[in-house]
Nanobody, 123 residues
Framework: QVQLVESGGRLVQAGGSLRLSCAAS????????MAWFRQAPGKEREFVAA????????YYAASVKGRFTIARDNAKNTVYLQMNSLKPEDTAVYYC????????????????WGQGTQVTVSS
């Protein structure tokens, strides 16, 4: 079993940057594909980015490609989301998730979820 704890969310101005972190417990972290999703008020949870267990493969939603970067450090059991050029529409609760299968954009593919961290981008 894996427990996930996100951190790093806060209020930031449009055009600014944030780095989110997701710390995982458990000795099998390196065997999981990891992803970030987000959910804005009144909207469904949406895929943001995913990374394979080795870090060699990544995938991004079109809305964040070129602005966000997902990375992982298996020695530290942590996955990161570097967010640059933030826009007000990036405002959401950001969740990290772990999957025992290959990386996916579908929330159903992820077994373990964190509690989320709030990111608010002001205009």
């Amino acid at each position: 079993q894996v427990q996930l704890v996100e951190s790093g969310g806060r209020l930031v101005q449009a055009g600014g940057s944030l780095r989110l972190s997701c710390a995982a417990s458990g000795r099998t972290f390196s065997s999981y594909a990891m992803a970030w999703f987000r959910q804005a008020p009144g909207k469904e949870r949406e895929f943001v980015a995913a990374i394979s267990w080795s870090g060699s493969s990544t995938y991004y939603a079109a809305s964040v490609k070129g602005r966000f970067t997902i990375a992982r450090d298996n020695a530290k059991n942590t996955v990161y989301l570097q967010m640059n050029s933030l826009k007000p529409e990036d405002t959401a609760v950001y969740y990290c998730a772990a999957s025992v299968s290959t990386l996916s954009t579908r929330p159903e593919a992820y077994t373990y979820w964190g509690q989320g961290t709030q990111v608010t981008v002001s205009s």
